[in-house]
Structures are given as structure tokens and as C-alpha cells.
């Protein structure tokens, strides 16, 4: 039984989408993945969507190391007015850019390092830029802290920048030491602390390592320190965490790359890209479609989960057209249909049809819905049930099975209007005009009693 008393603010559950960013100096060289500092270093590796990274680097970059791609960072079009509009206009209600990733390249004014965004490559604070133009806009901000994995990211390899000692305060080399050094845990508590204290962020999100046991002293003092500070700055605060890092109840279960089979009890968290082979910018990735990305977004928020997307901005500070259209996309649905997403509470079922999402961590694909996949979620109100249906129906009519006995005074497509309906022995039929529908789309069936 833990003995840490927190509860997940109300903010989150009602926020339902959030824009993931991340942009760092492996978006110089843009090719594989955002680990490209560490596969660079070790011959005869693939990353994780399959490239050769360290082959594409010697063809391409021989002699260089990681940290000659900083002059290159140029990020010269970073404009955070027009991300964030872009942000609002996808329809995202918090965001959280990457403060400082595996490679420990600050993207703000860090007092703990040289190796900082503010000092070499953009010279620009770009977190703080961000933050101040969500606050503009009402917008939760967060910041994402992976100087964790630092510890054994980059390799080290004799004759290669990697092992001189003048840059070890970027490579942090952990010399094939399996245990954590407590210098790089003070440092990677020193990291959270401060990006704490700088940016009263909403959301702290973590990555994998900090889950090993290493870190369990480290993380439990870092979890007190930032909800003691919630109670100062009278708001509520969110830490997400992976693979078991901390105990049922007391922060935010975050499942990367996939979702969960059935309704949580507690809010929860997926993360993922828009791109399928990075989290970065990279030239030859895959771009997830924006209906597979509203599918995901509605059946997480019908388990009682947020979706965190990912967008990946180039090394000159633009975001790439394909991914632009794609949130653009997205908010012209949530447009129409957000009623049904924001501000709602799981059913008593998530939902019904042949069709279920995989279960876990990284087992994300493409989910073929069909016309009878149904999810639902319930106002917060309780009074209107939301039936979401994931594609498009060639019939006049549907019917929804897992429908209460409530009193229910009408139906209504919304974007649209009222719907004829009854009730039949199996289910509840309405009639629809499908005419006016292309792509998933929410039914509202409100009642004078509550269906939860």
C-alpha cells in the first residue's frame, strides 16, 4: 500500500489530447531515428525502425561526432506563436516539448550545463518560448526530462570524441559500468528539480529508464519535491512514468506506443508519433493517417486514457507539411465530434464490435476498424452517453446493444441534428443519414436519469 496520497487532477481527465515535440539536435542529421547519437558509434547495429545508422554515417558524416551537428541546429524558422496556434487549431489541450533528451542537450536556459540550446545551435530558449505562449492561450504545458539514459547512450569508443574527457559532460560515459554512478543521479535529479522551480510545469514525463532500481530513491524524492510544490502553486500536477516506475495510484501511467484492452479505473496515458519510425524528424519516415490517429484517440479516451501525440519538427524550427496536415485534420474532426472526447467519462463498457485494440507498450499498428466498431464515454454531467462509431455506415440505420434502460428524450449526430430512434429487443435503433457522414462519427443519446 503506498503511502503517497495523490490524485489525478481533474484538468487531465478532461483534456483528452496532448502534443508530444520532439526537436533536438538529431533532427540534423535525420536520418533513422532520434537515437542516431548512439547507434552512430557502434558498427554492424540497426536502430529501432531498422536502418543503419552507423553506415548512413560514415558515407555521410564520416569523421564527425555527435556534437559537431550543434553548429547545423539552426532552428532559424522556430516561431512558437505559429506552433502553438497550430497546436490549438489540432485541437490539443496540453503540450510538452522535450526539455532534454538522451543526448543531454538542454533545449532551455539550464543552469546545471554548457550543452544548452540558449548558448550554441539556435540560441533560443525554445522551452520557455513555448511556455509562454501556451499560457497565452490557456493551454497545459509539461515538460519531458530523458537525461536518464545519458548514462549509456553514447558509447564509449577509444580514438572517437566519445572518450575525451572535455566532452564528457555532454556524453556523461558510463565507461560499460552497469550500475548508475551517483553523480549522473544527483545531476538527473538536479535536471528535474530545476525544470521544476523554472516552469511550474502542469506535466512531468519521464521515460524508461528511471524505472530501474537505481533510481528509486532519486525518483521518490523528486515525486515528493513536485507534488509538495502542486500544493504551493495551488494546481494540480501530473507525473507520467512507465514500466512500473512507480506504484498503482501515485502518478501517471504512461504506455508508449500502444494502448490498453480494456477501461482503467484510473486516467492513463498513451504516447506516440505521427511519424511511425521516430520520434524526430526524419526524411524517409512513415506518417500514420489522421483516421488511424483519430481511432486511437477515440478508443484511449473510452478506456479512460489521454492520447500524447508526438510531431517531429526539422532542424530549421519548421514542422513538416505532412505532419501539419495531418493535425489540421484532426482538429477539424474534434471540430465536430470533440463534444463526444473532451470533458467525458468512461461507460460502463467501452464499447462493442468484433474490432479490439492490442494490449500493452509498443504493439500500436493499424487496427482495421469497421461500421460496427462502436466506443463510448458518458458527459461529465452523466445525462448524455456518446455511442462513437470508428467508420462510416452504408445503411439508413444502426443499432447500439449496450445501451441502458434509461428514459431517453433524444438522439442526435452531432454536427448534424435530431435522429429518429426506438428501442428493439436488441439494442437501440436510429436512423442516420449517411449521407452526411465520411469517417467515424458521434452519436449523442440523452436522458433525464444518469447512465453511470
Same mark, same amino acid.
Given at each position: 500500500?503506498?503511502?503517497?496520497?495523490?490524485?489525478?487532477?481533474?484538468?487531465?481527465?478532461?483534456?483528452?489530447?496532448?502534443?508530444?515535440?520532439?526537436?533536438?539536435?538529431?533532427?540534423?542529421?535525420?536520418?533513422? *531515428?532520434?537515437?542516431? +547519437?548512439?547507434w552512430m558509434y557502434i558498427p554492424n547495429s540497426k536502430c529501432w525502425a531498422g536502418d543503419d545508422i552507423y553506415t548512413y554515417h560514415q558515407q555521410h558524416?564520416?569523421?564527425?561526432?555527435?556534437? *559537431?551537428?550543434?553548429?547545423?541546429?539552426?532552428?532559424?524558422?522556430?516561431?512558437?506563436?505559429?506552433?502553438?496556434?497550430l497546436f490549438v487549431e489540432a485541437g490539443a489541450k496540453y503540450v510538452v516539448p522535450v526539455a532534454i533528451h538522451h543526448d543531454s542537450f538542454a533545449m532551455y536556459d539550464s543552469r546545471l550545463t554548457r550543452w544548452k540550446a540558449t548558448a550554441m545551435g539556435p540560441k533560443v530558449d525554445y522551452v520557455r518560448k513555448l511556455y509562454e505562449e501556451a499560457k497565452k492561450r490557456g493551454l497545459k504545458f509539461g515538460v519531458s526530462q530523458h537525461f536518464a539514459e545519458n548514462w549509456w547512450f553514447f558509447p564509449h569508443v577509444e580514438g572517437l570524441d566519445t572518450s575525451e574527457e572535455e566532452y564528457f559532460d555532454l556524453y556523461n560515459v558510463g565507461k560499460g559500468e552497469e550500475k548508475t554512478s551517483q553523480e549522473h543521479l544527483d545531476r538527473w535529479y538536479g535536471f528535474s528539480k530545476e525544470l521544476i522551480d523554472m516552469f511550474e510545469p502542469d506535466m512531468l514525463y519521464y521515460d524508461f529508464e528511471i524505472a530501474k532500481d537505481d533510481y528509486k530513491e532519486k525518483r521518490y524524492e523528486i515525486l515528493k519535491y513536485y507534488y509538495e510544490k502542486q500544493k504551493q502553486w495551488n494546481k494540480g500536477v501530473v507525473l507520467s512514468y512507465k514500466y512500473g516506475a512507480f506504484q498503482e495510484g501515485e502518478a501517471l501511467l504512461d504506455v508508449e506506443r500502444g494502448g490498453l484492452s480494456e477501461i482503467r479505473k484510473l486516467p492513463w496515458q498513451t504516447c506516440t508519433s505521427i511519424g511511425d519510425k521516430s520520434w524526430g524528424y526524419v526524411e524517409n519516415d512513415r506518417y500514420k493517417t489522421p483516421l488511424s490517429i483519430i481511432q486511437t484517440l477515440i478508443d484511449t479516451v473510452s478506456k479512460n486514457g489521454c492520447l500524447l501525440?508526438?510531431?517531429?519538427?526539422?532542424? *530549421? +524550427?519548421?514542422?513538416?507539411?505532412?505532419?501539419?496536415?495531418?493535425?489540421?485534420?484532426? +482538429?477539424?474532426?474534434?471540430?465536430?465530434?470533440?463534444?463526444?472526447?473532451?470533458?467525458?467519462?468512461?461507460?460502463k463498457v467501452y464499447g462493442e464490435g468484433e474490432t479490439k485494440a492490442k494490449d500493452g507498450a509498443l504493439s500500436e499498428g493499424n487496427t482495421a476498424y469497421t461500421k460496427n466498431d462502436i466506443r463510448f464515454t458518458v458527459s461529465q454531467d452523466k445525462k448524455s452517453l456518446y455511442a462513437i462509431f470508428m467508420a462510416p455506415t452504408d445503411e439508413d440505420g444502426v443499432t447500439i446493444k449496450n445501451v441502458s434502460d434509461n428514459k431517453i428524450t433524444s438522439v442526435?449526430?452531432?454536427?448534424?441534428?435530431?435522429?429518429?430512434?426506438?428501442?428493439? *429487443?436488441? +439494442?437501440?435503433?436510429?436512423?442516420?443519414p449517411k449521407d452526411k457522414i465520411n469517417g467515424p462519427y458521434a452519436l449523442k443519446i440523452s436522458s433525464e436519469d444518469t447512465w453511470i
Amino acid at each position: 500500500m503506498s503511502s503517497i496520497n495523490y490524485e489525478i487532477p481533474e484538468w487531465f481527465s478532461n483534456a483528452k489530447f496532448g502534443i508530444f515535440i520532439h526537436w533536438g539536435i538529431y533532427s540534423v542529421p535525420a536520418f533513422g *531515428d532520434e537515437w542516431y +547519437g548512439h547507434w552512430m558509434y557502434i558498427p554492424n547495429s540497426k536502430c529501432w525502425a531498422g536502418d543503419d545508422i552507423y553506415t548512413y554515417h560514415q558515407q555521410h558524416h564520416k569523421g564527425k561526432g555527435y556534437k *559537431d551537428f550543434i553548429k547545423d541546429f539552426t532552428g532559424e524558422k522556430f516561431d512558437a506563436k505559429e506552433w502553438m496556434d497550430l497546436f490549438v487549431e489540432a485541437g490539443a489541450k496540453y503540450v510538452v516539448p522535450v526539455a532534454i533528451h538522451h543526448d543531454s542537450f538542454a533545449m532551455y536556459d539550464s543552469r546545471l550545463t554548457r550543452w544548452k540550446a540558449t548558448a550554441m545551435g539556435p540560441k533560443v530558449d525554445y522551452v520557455r518560448k513555448l511556455y509562454e505562449e501556451a499560457k497565452k492561450r490557456g493551454l497545459k504545458f509539461g515538460v519531458s526530462q530523458h537525461f536518464a539514459e545519458n548514462w549509456w547512450f553514447f558509447p564509449h569508443v577509444e580514438g572517437l570524441d566519445t572518450s575525451e574527457e572535455e566532452y564528457f559532460d555532454l556524453y556523461n560515459v558510463g565507461k560499460g559500468e552497469e550500475k548508475t554512478s551517483q553523480e549522473h543521479l544527483d545531476r538527473w535529479y538536479g535536471f528535474s528539480k530545476e525544470l521544476i522551480d523554472m516552469f511550474e510545469p502542469d506535466m512531468l514525463y519521464y521515460d524508461f529508464e528511471i524505472a530501474k532500481d537505481d533510481y528509486k530513491e532519486k525518483r521518490y524524492e523528486i515525486l515528493k519535491y513536485y507534488y509538495e510544490k502542486q500544493k504551493q502553486w495551488n494546481k494540480g500536477v501530473v507525473l507520467s512514468y512507465k514500466y512500473g516506475a512507480f506504484q498503482e495510484g501515485e502518478a501517471l501511467l504512461d504506455v508508449e506506443r500502444g494502448g490498453l484492452s480494456e477501461i482503467r479505473k484510473l486516467p492513463w496515458q498513451t504516447c506516440t508519433s505521427i511519424g511511425d519510425k521516430s520520434w524526430g524528424y526524419v526524411e524517409n519516415d512513415r506518417y500514420k493517417t489522421p483516421l488511424s490517429i483519430i481511432q486511437t484517440l477515440i478508443d484511449t479516451v473510452s478506456k479512460n486514457g489521454c492520447l500524447l501525440l508526438n510531431v517531429s519538427p526539422k532542424a *530549421d +524550427g519548421t514542422i513538416p507539411e505532412g505532419q501539419v496536415k495531418i493535425l489540421k485534420e484532426i +482538429g477539424s474532426w474534434l471540430k465536430v465530434y470533440g463534444e463526444s472526447i473532451y470533458n467525458t467519462r468512461p461507460y460502463k463498457v467501452y464499447g462493442e464490435g468484433e474490432t479490439k485494440a492490442k494490449d500493452g507498450a509498443l504493439s500500436e499498428g493499424n487496427t482495421a476498424y469497421t461500421k460496427n466498431d462502436i466506443r463510448f464515454t458518458v458527459s461529465q454531467d452523466k445525462k448524455s452517453l456518446y455511442a462513437i462509431f470508428m467508420a462510416p455506415t452504408d445503411e439508413d440505420g444502426v443499432t447500439i446493444k449496450n445501451v441502458s434502460d434509461n428514459k431517453i428524450t433524444s438522439v442526435s449526430l452531432l454536427g448534424y441534428g435530431g435522429l429518429s430512434f426506438e428501442r428493439a *429487443d436488441d +439494442g437501440l435503433l436510429v436512423k442516420i443519414p449517411k449521407d452526411k457522414i465520411n469517417g467515424p462519427y458521434a452519436l449523442k443519446i440523452s436522458s433525464e436519469d444518469t447512465w453511470i
